[in-house]
């Protein structure tokens, strides 16, 4: 009997280990340009996660939402334009904009959807000069 328990408990053990990670959301490990940078000739948006997403329930959405010497005068606006895409491994989502941002504030709003269907949403704010 013991040779059973033993078996039972390392399978249950095991199957633990394996099944925790597969129940883990999708979490953004890193951005280009990163949160509250001062960037460039910002012409690519990129989004780093944890584990892969699916593609086609993800995406993003890039908001200006300050103008130099504005501030307070007008709304936040919508960027328009962008291509996104997964890479091959579906752990990014990059935005290509057909052209660099112009100087302001903005925010990259992004919806992520992993192996459990489970929706996750967060944000990167960035100044582009």
Same mark, same amino acid.
């Given at each position: 009997?013991? *040779?059973?328990?033993?078996?039972?408990?390392?399978?249950?053990?095991?199957? @633990?280990?394996?099944?925790? *990670?597969? $129940?883990?959301? *999708?979490?953004?490990?890193?951005?280009?340009?990163?949160?509250?940078?001062?960037a460039i000739?910002?012409?690519?948006?990129? @989004?780093?996660?944890?584990?892969?997403?699916?593609p $086609?329930?993800?995406? @993003?959405?890039?908001?200006?939402? =300050?103008? *130099? #010497?504005?501030? =307070?005068?007008?709304?936040?606006?919508?960027?328009?334009?962008?291509? +996104?895409?997964?890479?091959?491994?579906?752990?990014?989502l990059?935005?290509? @904009?057909?052209?660099?941002?112009?100087?302001?504030?903005?925010? +990259?709003?992004?919806?992520? +959807? =992993?192996?459990?269907?489970?929706?996750?949403? #967060?944000? +990167?704010?960035?100044?582009?000069r």
């Open positions: 009997m013991k *040779p059973f328990r033993y078996f039972a408990a390392t399978t249950a053990v095991f199957g @633990l280990a394996f099944a925790l *990670p597969a $129940q883990a959301h *999708p979490r953004l490990v890193s951005s280009s340009p990163v949160t509250a940078a001062n000739n910002v012409r690519i948006i990129t @989004l780093n996660f944890n584990e892969s997403i699916l $086609q329930m993800s995406g @993003l959405e890039i908001i200006m939402t =300050g103008i *130099p #010497g504005m501030a =307070g005068h007008h709304p936040s606006m919508k960027v328009t334009g962008i291509k +996104v895409a997964a890479s091959a491994d579906r752990k990014s990059t935005a290509r @904009l057909p052209r660099r941002l112009s100087a302001g504030t903005y925010d +990259v709003s992004w919806h992520a +959807v =992993g192996s459990d269907t489970h929706r996750v949403t #967060g944000k +990167v704010s960035f100044t582009a």
